[in-house]
């Protein structure tokens, strides 16, 4: 399970690479032809992930992240995976600003605790 957090950190912090090459920001990284895509591909990757984690029954884990912010990842996810065209970057915006922070503050957190136990 920890491997899979780890996997997602690291997308979000290649997610945080691509913002980086906007200046830090989000709405001209999700304007640039090359960098969007990047981007929707790490959310998808972020995403299974997060269903693996539900297919392994790692439901304790997964019980420490918001509900809406699980669910609306997964939602964005599927748009992007069935849809690609019409997802509207405003909801991306929104996910990259609300969502993934939080999630990504609830990983550090897990990582932390376990590792703490671990020893």
């Known amino acids: 399970m920890k491997k899979r957090l780890e996997k997602i950190l690291l ?3 290649d997610i945080d690479y691509f913002i980086e090459q906007k200046e830090g920001k989000i709405v001209p990284a999700l304007e640039d032809r090359v960098l969007r895509p ?3 591909m790490k ?3 972020i995403a299974e992930q997060f269903n693996k984690l539900k297919e392994e029954n790692a439901f304790e884990l997964l ?3 918001g509900k809406e912010d699980l669910r609306g990842l997964n939602a964005v996810r599927n748009f992007i995976a069935h849809d ?3 997802v509207d970057d405003e909801i991306l915006e929104l996910v990259l600003r609300k969502h993934l922070p939080k ?3 609830t990983i550090i957190e897990c990582i932390t605790f376990q590792d703490t ?3």
């Open 11 to 13: 997308s979000m912090d």
């Open 38 to 40: 990047a981007i929707r």
């Open 43 to 45: 959310i998808i990757t």
């Open 63 to 65: 019980s420490h992240f």
């Open 84 to 86: 690609y065209d019409s």
């Open 103 to 105: 999630i990504r503050k």
């Open 117 to 119: 136990n671990d020893q």
